[in-house]
Each structure stands twice: as C-alpha cells, then as structure tokens.
C-alpha cells in the first residue's frame, strides 16, 4: 500500500521557485508528523523540513531558513514544500516521510514516499 506519493520537483533556474507536494493516505495523515528529506547523488540524506500533526509546529534545517516553507492542508491530505531562492546545491531527490511523533520530528519515521527530483541549472 502507498502511503506518500511526492510530485513537483522538475529543472529550474538558480533563482527559481517550485513547490513539492505530498498526498498522504489519511491513515498517516492524521496520526503522523510529515517531513521532507533531500539525498544528492555520493551524499546522505538528509533533512529539510518537518511539520506536526496538528500544522502548528514547523521545523527546518538551516539550509533551508528564510528559503523553504512547508505547509499542510487536510482538505486533499497533502503536505508542500514551497522553495524559493534556489540554488544549485538544491539540486536532490525529494522524499517525503512520516513520523509517528506528532511534533515536528527532525528525525525520520519508517514510511517514505518515493520520491521527486529537483534539479537547479542554468
């Protein structure tokens, strides 16, 4: 059973905007934390951003700070990732990920989407 299926990602110019989504199955969605985590080709992955159950708690890394939004809206059981400001070093697979913890867990949970990749090139 699919629980997270991403979409979004796609090639953009340094400077650029794109917003990644996430459709949770309702299941997750309603017990569980979402987060994003980024892994670049010969790098680990590595976290981005994160968001409670409830929507009132956000946390990001510092690459992400002043950058990055992450958002979730119950209506369509969808978490966003808006990025701003992209930069080449942006460049990843995109996954989305759920965490039993309700907070904003910085720390990932055993399900994990598939992931997008976003690639940031003139």
């Known amino acids: 059973q699919v629980e997270l299926v991403e979409s979004g990602g796609g090639l953009v110019q340094p400077g650029g905007s794109l917003r990644l989504s996430c459709v949770v199955s309702m299941r997750i969605f309603n017990g569980y934390s979402i987060g994003w985590y980024r892994q670049a080709p010969g790098k680990e992955r590595e976290f981005v951003a994160a968001i409670s159950r409830t929507g009132m708690t956000e946390s990001y890394a510092e690459v992400a700070k002043g950058r990055f939004s992450i958002s979730r809206d119950s209506a369509v059981n969808t978490v966003f990732l808006r990025m701003n400001d992209l930069k080449p070093e942006d460049s990843a697979h995109y996954y989305c990920?759920?965490?039993?913890?309700?907070?904003?867990?910085?720390?990932?949970?055993?399900?994990w989407g598939q992931g997008t990749q976003v690639t940031v090139s003139s």
């Open positions: 990920n759920a965490n039993e913890d309700a907070g904003a867990a910085i720390t990932p949970g055993p399900y």
